[in-house]
């Protein structure tokens, strides 16, 4: 089993900052990919950037390629979200996810980003 817990979202004004953290526990050594996904009210959960825990190997969806980085420590067995240029359009709530070895998806309970104009 892989518990995941979401910190550090909030409210922002356009424009401006926020960084997610993550924290995993439990069998860590089956994680092979981390990622945030993120959902609003009656649309689908997309998702938003993932890394390979063992490479570093990053992938983000092309609305905030070049404004989000995610980040993930090995040691810490933590994966963290910077996101800038915040724009209304990333309001949402933000779930942690990570993928096993044996393809099994473990879920963080979200935490929410608000962005105001």
């Known amino acids: 089993q892989v518990q995941l817990v979401e910190s550090g979202g909030g409210w922002v004004q356009a424009g401006g900052s926020l960084r997610l953290s993550c924290q995993a526990s439990?069998?860590?050594?089956?994680?092979?990919?981390l990622g945030w996904y993120r959902q609003v009210p009656g649309k689908r959960r997309e998702l938003v950037a993932t890394?390979?825990?063992?490479?570093?190997?990053?992938n983000y969806v092309d609305s905030v390629r070049g404004r989000f980085t995610i980040s993930r420590d090995k040691a810490k067995n933590t994966v963290d979200l910077q996101m800038g240029s915040l724009k209304p359009e990333d309001t949402g709530t933000y779930y942690c996810?990570?993928?096993?070895?044996?393809?099994?998806?473990?879920w963080g309970k979200g935490t929410s980003v608000t962005v105001s104009r």
């Open positions: 890394i390979n825990r063992q490479v570093g190997i990053t």
């Open positions: 996810n990570t993928k096993t070895f044996d393809r099994v998806d473990y």
């Open positions: 439990g069998t860590v050594s089956k994680l092979n990919t």
